[in-house]
């Protein structure tokens, strides 16, 4: 069954999500969840340093075309089509960059449609992120099951990101509901996934949750008392620039 999801102008069609439907515009970068371990998207394994002039003319006429349907698709056709696995792969990577929401989303579809394409856990994982950041919970979820249809088993990076989209839309209980499943799951969770729920969780006044997430953190990560230092360090600088 086929579905549709209109942006504006734009109208994509899904065919195996059922859920993005009636996409809202992206939220500005939000201030819920921060982390010292992450400055930005974690970049894909393929990503080079400087994306190949193909790659960048093929973003930039992607965004000059987004008001128009006819053109998005003349794009598509005549110039995404053409790049190389790399380049696209960086094209995509770029546009999730940018918080380019519905051009990532029609992008992520053109690459699932490639004869190359094998369902990689990297490309899900950045997707989730970018849909978490823009608090698109349901459209989050959605991927996240629609990766397991495709054989993949989330690994700890996949978990952390739901984690963290949950968070920014105040899902708490959700969070630690997904942080549970990580490690029945057999994953370890990592600093990242700490760093995330222990600040928000005190910024929560979970103060019984953040205690019980910082006990753990003893049996996964080495040197745990030094990184629950760091996250203190941080949580303070983060409060004094709020002064």
């Known amino acids: 069954m ?3 999801l209109i942006m504006g102008s734009l109208k994509f ?3 195996q999500l059922g859920l993005l439907q009636n996409l809202p515009k992206p939220h500005p970068r939000s201030s819920v969840v921060t982390c010292g371990l992450r400055g930005g998207p974690r970049k894909p394994l393929w ?3 400087v994306l190949s002039s193909e790659a960048i ?10 008001s128009s349907t006819g053109r998005l698709e003349g794009v598509l056709n005549s110039r995404v089509s053409r790049l190389l696995k790399a380049d696209l792969l960086d094209a ?14 029609k992008v992520f579809q053109f690459v699932r449609k490639e004869e190359w394409y094998k369902p990689d856990l990297v490309l899900y994982c950045d997707m989730i992120l970018l849909l978490g950041k823009n608090k698109l919970i349901e459209m989050a979820e959605e991927l996240f099951s629609e ?4 054989g993949l088993q ?17 899902m708490i209980e959700k969070a630690m509901e997904t942080y549970e499943l990580m490690k029945e799951s057999g994953c370890t969770p990592d600093r990242l996934t700490f760093m995330i729920l222990i600040r928000n969780l005190e910024k929560a006044g979970k103060q019984e949750l953040a205690a019980m997430v ?16 760091e996250v203190e360090k941080y949580r303070r600088r983060q409060s004094l620039d709020l002064v």
């Open 154 to 170: 989330p690994n700890t990076r996949a978990f952390a990101e739901m984690i963290g989209a949950y968070i920014r839309v105040g």
């Open 13 to 15: 069609h899904f065919p």
């Open 57 to 66: 003319q093929a973003v930039h006429y992607l965004k000059l075309s987004k």
């Open 214 to 229: 910082k006990k753990e953190c003893a049996e996964f990560v080495d040197y745990s008392e030094k990184f629950l230092e």
């Open 92 to 105: 995509l990577g770029e546009l999730q960059r940018q918080n380019e929401l519905d051009l990532a989303l």
């Open 47 to 49: 990503r080079k340093s």
């Open 2 to 4: 086929e579905f549709s």
């Open 147 to 150: 990766m397991k249809k495709e």
